[in-house]
């Protein structure tokens, strides 16, 4: 039986897309397994650092010649930046090298944790989205500022689930649950996811969509890792919209009584032969 | 313990197996496809960057990486006074250049692990660049300086390892063709059979190592081996002196000045199946690079071009070991953009296990069986 024709796409700046699976192309062990986990990912975004690409010819660059057949939507992001102008500067450079208007802002503060600058994530998300750029947050897993940021032009907001690249997970759902319930953008969650069971969890929760790299480019076999991240984030959304039971403390018998063969053994009290 | 061996492969990781296992006294044979010298040595710019190359963590690839660059002098210096072969070998540090601002925060990270680990690595500034490197564009901002890096002319390293290997007494076979058998044998050890050797050959230890063709073993060890060619193409320029002094590294390029005024520009990677002939694609990209960051190299045309196929991994790390249920074969090779830096590691743990030595290194991650899952 199909369910109803509702089309259940992810649409982020007038943009429909193919997929919740947002794909990071770092750390790859080589051209071949990101072209092919790419694939096997289905994904239609795939983000970058703008640092690491060749701005002058993108068709020249080490990562991007590799990817450069499939219809992709770019999201470079700012990493390395500390402030709001430096986001900003790079931004700019993105867009003006013919990488799109799609950004991904990524302040950090502190180089051990590459936690986000919460203020200037704010401030340079603020600048850009009043610069026509569709801006992507990657932001700490605060829903005030969540909220604050979707007010200052974001056309996502992307919390992360724990520090980048940790694996850690979700380390903070109850927090993640207030910015899914209030958000009026897509939440996609964004770093520290470690296995598919955490992207799962988070399309559970009720996140628009996954942001992943490291899970999926440090794996024993990126390409299965990145099939199996396809399927888990498909399955958590769909678990989302079947709806899940609500918990209870203790067991209720998944088969009733009455209908049980045993049941139905036993002399009848009603109904029958007369 | 074996005492008779057969190599398969005649690349960097083999002929530096066999050196290695002649020396322990046993009875080598050494049996290449084609030509000795290999796919991806030949081509590779020989550099020894254990730190440039790993800029992440000390995960277990760097360790091996790590231990290999301390073995590299005596190992050079022993395979040199054998053979009389200078492989050229230039301990001129590296640094690592970088043109915008965003990279300076990862590099704090990274300095600290590589510090740890002896590096002496250092964060110079624009000024302190221009000095190390003259000729460097201004748009260089800052750049890491490695001053432990080196590296070797890598088609002299195979020239002098081939050389060493026949000084050994070890037997080497060259143009054997295909594989077209490999089977454990019911007296122990293992046999081969080759297109272009008139019987199967038999010993107590067969080794693998066959870098980018190693996948074609799987059908006979019963092994997932997901090794693939990646082809690395590589250029070069005319130099009147040494006009860069230090590997440099970029996002994009390497440039490495060899002793025989030839200043090398790699790698476009590309995946091209076993095809080994560069485009012009790959090489002006190269071209473009180079004068984007040496501006004096805008005008200077490319003297020579060539590709090689190095052997990636699913994971990025080589498969070195033996193979259970397999008592006469073990495997030593997916060494990628590091098989020359690895090849003194790599012999020394191919010669503990054939001597059922113990072996100081945790081979755990690179084990050959470690893509099949059974059950």
Redesign the interface.
Known sequence: MSTSSFDDRLVIGGKRLRSRFLFGTG?F?????L?QALSAAEAEVITF??????L??VE???LL??VLDKELIYLPN?????TAE?AVR?AKLARGAGLGNWVKVEI?AN??TLLPDPIETLKATDMLANDGFVVLPYTSDDPILCSKLEQAGAAAVMPGGSPIGSGLGLLNPYHLGLIIEEAKVPVIIDAGIGSPKDAAEAMELGASGVLANTPVA??????LMAQAFRMAIEAGRMARLAGRIPKKRYASASSEEQGSLFGAARPSTAGGQD | MASTIIILGGGIIGLSCAYEAAKRGLKVSIIEPGAFGGQASGAAAGMLAPFSENT?QPDHFFQLCYSSLNLFPAWISEIESITGISTEWVQSGSIHV?????????I??RLQWHNEWGARSELVSQAQLRKLEPHITEDAIAGIYTPGESHVFAPKLAIALEAACSKLGIEMISQAGQLEDLKPSAVGGASIRMQNMRKARHADQVVICSGAWASQFEQYLGLSI?I?P?RGQICSYEMQEIEIRHIVFS???YWVGKKNDRLVCGA????AGFDTTTTERGI??LV??SA?WFPFLQDRAVAHQWAGLRP?????MPLIGTISGMPGIMMAAGH?RNGILLSPITAKLIGDLLEDKAVRLSLGAFAPS??TVCL
Request: net charge negative; glycine share 2%; hydrophobic share 30%.
């Open positions: 750390r062990p080589s051209p071949a397994v072209q650092a703008v640092r690491r690409v060749s002058e010819r020249d660059d080490s010649q590799h700012t990493s390395g930046a500390r430096e790079i950090s180089a051990r440090k794996a024993l076999d990126p390409i | 992440e970088f043109q915008h601002e965003a990279d300076l925060l990862p704090q990270s997901p693939h990646i996002s994009q390029a476009s990677e590309d995946v002006q990209r473009r690079s984007e990636a991994t699913r994971d990025g990628y470690r893509f």
